[in-house]
């Protein structure tokens, strides 16, 4: 690798000017897992070989109002040997991807599809070779667009029989090699953008304040496909713990996107306001989780729209979780929104309901945000004091830069050194942070920008045919961390601490 290795010059220099408290790899604990992370849709392309099938986010991104699609995306599917073989080079010590239902069971449920299960097998078995710990994610945007046609998907309760069907398929043929697997990639964030907002697959809402909807309902569906979410989870993790874990000893664990929240003033209602977006943001799906139930504040504002649990999900849901996998790109801060009296409860949609502004801390745009490493610190330490200090792994984090600037990409460099520093920190106070992913592994087909912006460590020349990968200073600064050439040093993060992790909201 000799440009990864000219590169690692420029690294230490731009570190040596920039900071100075230095930290390394064995400041982590050893078992601790650094790694990089794609998504089947977005990396492996080859949409419809060997007998996949389409899944909703193919039918979004071949909506009328998208441009590209992630029919060849990196190739992936193809090229998984050379990728296996840029992350062993760099020191990847995990690798985070997530399986195509429709490519294993291209009805949604039934006969599985043995090109798609060789192809899995395949490339576990090419990761463990190379000693690179695979982490699965069984669900990550793509239902099967059978199983949406056939009867709506994540809304209708059908759908936590063949999520646990499918589940079990990849516990059963993958299990052996596979020993972290998360259910649900960000189920909150999910939940919200395909269900409230309509900017996701499979694109549902009705109140237009984002995109323009052909279907959906954004005061009830969010709530309800959430639920199922949850649901779909834990009879997924009750299989796994009944008819696998003592064989295969693995861990299961449930995702969110976690936003860095502050107040924006000190004012008592902007210190509420802060309270509900902790409750709407986090407390929906990890309450239920840890103690069993929905925030109250959710329960009173949405009335009749929140689905109950019943006792006996109650207790399958609480404890479903051995980890939680945590994506974090950002902070902002929180302000109380006035409730607007006139709305009627059909008329609302999770942002409404939540009755919070957010406003961005410094610059961002679909081409990079300001590093904000307080904010996740925040997040971290706030887990821990909230939620009895889960075991946590942190599924994505990373800096997106418009697709085709430079190699040089000395902002990533910066943003991802930063948050390893916040986390170091989060792990001296005491969190249980088990794991890092760099988000992306490579440049792959972005969620809400195409090829437009990426966040890879790898560069993928889209234009060539080959679609040849170059190490961008990421991949190198990357690799020299991992395998300890440089030191890095933290920033100061403790200067603009906010107090989000101050004051828990249970
Ligand atoms: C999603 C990824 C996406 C990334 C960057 C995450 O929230 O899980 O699929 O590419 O954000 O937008």
Request: glycine share 8%; with cysteine; net charge negative.
């Amino acid at each position: 690798m000799q440009s990864l290795s000219l590169l690692s010059v420029s690294v230490v220099i731009v570190l040596a000017v920039s900071y100075s408290d230095a930290f390394t790899r064995n400041d982590f604990p050893k078992d601790f897992l650094f790694g990089a992370a794609t998504s089947a849709y977005q990396w492996e392309g080859a949409v419809d070989e060997d007998g996949r099938t389409p899944s909703v986010w193919d039918t979004f991104s071949h909506s009328d109002n998208k441009k590209g699609d992630g029919d060849i995306a990196c190739d992936g599917y193809h090229k998984y040997q050379e990728d296996v073989k840029l992350m062993a080079e760099m020191g990847l010590e995990a690798f985070r991807f997530s399986i195509s239902w429709t490519r294993l069971i291209p009805n949604g449920r039934g006969p599985v599809n043995p090109k798609g299960l060789k192809f899995y097998k395949n490339l576990i078995k090419e990761l463990r070779s190379h000693g690179i710990e695979p982490h699965v994610t069984l669900y990550h945007y793509d239902l099967p667009q059978a199983l949406e046609d056939e009867y709506g998907g994540w809304i209708n309760r059908k759908i936590i029989e063949d999520f646990t069907s499918f589940a079990d398929v990849c516990f059963r043929e993958f299990g052996e090699d596979v020993k972290l697997w998360t259910t649900i990639n960000e189920a909150n964030i999910f939940a919200i953008g395909a269900y409230s907002e309509g900017f996701l697959p499979p694109g549902h809402c009705s109140t237009n304040t984002f995109v323009n909807c052909s279907t959906g309902n954004s005061s009830t569906e969010p709530y309800i496909a959430g639920h199922n979410l949850l649901l779909a989870h834990a009879s997924a993790s009750k299989l796994y713990r009944l008819k696998y874990k003592s064989k295969q000893r693995g861990s299961i664990g449930f995702s969110i996107y976690a936003y860095g929240l502050s107040p924006y003033t000190n004012s008592t209602d902007d210190e509420i306001a802060f309270q509900r977006a902790k409750d709407f943001l986090f407390g929906w799906m990890l309450k239920p989780l840890v103690y069993g139930e929905y925030p109250d504040v959710m329960k009173k504002t949405l009335g009749s729209r929140l689905p109950v649990f019943s006792e006996e999900e109650t207790e399958q849901v609480k404890g479903s979780s051995d980890f939680f996998g945590i994506i974090h790109y950002m902070t902002v801060y929180v302000t109380n929104s006035k409730p607007s009296p006139s709305l009627p409860p059909s008329n609302r949609e999770f942002f409404t309901d939540m009755g919070v502004d957010t406003i961005f801390i410094g610059n961002s745009s679909f081409f990079g945000w300001d590093a904000i490493p307080w904010g996740f610190e925040g997040v971290l330490e706030y887990l821990k004091q909230s939620y009895n200090n889960p075991p946590l792994y942190i599924l994505e984090n990373g800096l997106p830069m418009e697709h085709d600037s430079a190699l040089q990409d000395t902002p990533r460099v910066e943003y991802i050194q930063a948050y390893i520093g916040a986390m170091l920190n989060a792990i001296k106070n005491g969190s249980d942070t088990r794991g890092y992913f760099v988000w992306s592994m490579i440049d792959l087909y972005e969620l809400l920008a195409e090829y437009k912006n990426s966040f890879g460590l790898y560069y993928v020349n889209f234009s060539d045919p080959g679609l040849k990968r170059s190490p961008k200073l990421s991949a190198s600064w990357y690799s020299g961390f991992l395998k300890g050439t440089v030191d890095v040093a933290s920033q100061d993060i403790t200067q603009s601490q906010s107090n989000f992790s101050g004051s828990s909201s249970l």
